[in-house]
């Protein structure tokens, strides 16, 4: 199972950390992805990251403001947001994408496991 922890109301302009946990196993072998999905809106793919190394990828509207990392000690990756705005108001979600391919990082569908979301308000 996944632990998505972290959100809250937070100012514009202002940061947060989310953070994803797995209780069911380990990450080894595949890829940990973050989604969010605001009110009325689809869920959009954010950022991933694969366990077994590289860069994480991230999309065109927070890269540069928002980083992923993982503590492989702790089995948990971990998601820095900063300058948050408005727009970024959401359901975040982790998720796993078992022996994910580069390809298909961005693609909801291709992930297996997710986690139970958690509510990030950015007030204006």
């Known amino acids: 199972q996944l632990q998505a922890s972290g959100g809250g109301l937070v100012q514009a302009g202002g940061s947060l950390r989310l953070s994803c946990a797995s209780s069911g196993g380990s990450f080894n072998g595949h890829a940990v992805g973050w989604f969010r999905q605001a009110p009325g809106k689809e869920r959009e793919f954010v950022a991933a990251i694969k366990w077994s190394g590289g860069s994480p990828y991230y999309s065109a509207s927070v890269k540069g403001r928002f980083a992923m990392s993982r503590d492989r000690a702790k089995n948990t990756v971990y998601f820095e947001m900063n300058s948050v705005s408005a727009e970024d108001t959401a359901v975040y979600y982790c998720?796993?994408?078992?022996?994910?391919?580069?390809?298909?990082?961005?693609?909801?569908?291709?992930?297996?496991?997710w986690g139970q979301g958690t509510q990030v308000t950015v007030s204006s």
């Open positions: 998720a796993v994408c078992p022996r994910c391919i580069s390809s298909s990082l961005t693609t909801p569908d291709f992930y297996v496991y």
